[in-house]
């Protein structure tokens, strides 16, 4: 039986950060959602991560989210790791949703800092050691600072090795400094499995010793981004090269529009035009008007 010193991360690889498809308000795109799924897991991805940013968690009711969950579990049948993002502004609503994604087949749950009231790194300690205790699967903690206003500071994730229950972080910040500052943990967690957000970093990250990427341009091309992977475990640096080139100008449709919402507006504009899902976007956001979406599919064609 390996020990924690020769432990290996548990995960490791692509795992998109799925959009949630919208029929409506409060209706799921289920033919939308199930297309989806064998779409990424057809690229080969590793994992799907649902009720993140992308999957616009904050902006669903409770039952939309219970709802998702079950139909991608269902969807999935293990053929893949799925992940649950379980944030909230409250701890209980967190435990209830993590229980619900174990009912449902769920393989671990995802946790950033609690957003609009701003904890201090002590509270911080506490609260997720609190969440530990009662949580019925493997977390991973979610750094997104320009979200929540707060971020896993390295000293505060040193004091949270020391619970068994928490498997790793997936940092969306940018800053590299911190991110190599993270994997300096791995001498007291080697088995923590270290993902990276950005997407254009994702190939530097996997250098450093990252263990993947949570990358939201896999939900659009999820084949790019494996073999993105694939050639940097390998070191291959030329094929890194011209695929990092490819991502960097997939990430131009990130640029249409002038709202904060415009990265994941993008990117279901982008699946919808593939002809995968709904674009519709949870409010108090729209979807792409007919001159955004004619730039995103000028971006997509000469892909």
Not at 101 to 112: C, H, I, P, R, T
Not at 187 to 205: C, N, Q, V, Y
Not at 277 to 291: I, L, Q, V, Y
């Amino acid at each position: 039986m390996a020990t924690l010193e020769t432990a290996k991360p548990r995960y490791c690889g692509i795992v998109p950060p799925l959009v949630t498809p919208l029929a409506d308000r409060d209706r799921l795109d289920h033919a939308g959602t199930q297309k989806l799924l064998e779409h990424v897991i057809h690229g080969g991805v590793h994992g799907v991560f649902i009720l993140g940013t992308t999957g616009e968690a904050p902006s669903l009711s409770y039952h939309l989210r219970r709802e998702f969950i079950q139909l991608v579990s269902e969807t999935v049948a293990q053929r893949v790791p799925v992940f649950v993002g379980v944030t909230d502004t409250s701890l209980v609503e967190s435990l209830r949703l993590a229980e619900f994604a174990k009912e449902s087949g769920a393989d671990a749950v995802v946790l950033s800092t609690p957003y609009y009231f701003p904890a201090g790194q002590t509270e911080l300690i506490k609260y997720i050691a609190d969440i530990v205790e009662e949580v019925p699967l493997p977390l991973m903690l979610y750094n997104m600072p320009s979200l929540t206003k707060v971020w896993f500071e390295i000293d505060t994730l040193r004091t949270l090795a020391q619970h068994q229950q928490i498997i790793g972080v997936k940092d969306s910040s940018g800053d590299m400094k911190y991110f190599q500052q993270m994997l300096s943990l791995k001498k007291l967690r080697p088995d923590w499995s270290m993902f990276i957000g950005p997407e254009h970093l994702t190939a530097e990250a996997i250098a450093l010793g990252g263990d993947g990427g949570v990358n939201g341009g896999a939900n659009i091309y999820p084949q790019l981004f494996v073999d993105l992977y694939e050639a940097a475990i390998a070191n291959k640096h030329q094929q890194i090269e011209v695929l990092t080139q490819r991502i960097n100008r997939l990430q131009q449709i990130y640029s249409v529009g002038k709202y904060a919402s415009r990265f994941i507006k993008a990117t279901k504009c982008a699946l919808s035009i593939n002809g995968i899902c709904s674009d519709h976007m949870a409010e108090p956001f729209n979807h792409f008007m007919p001159p955004q979406r004619a730039e995103v599919s000028d971006i997509l064609s000469r892909m």
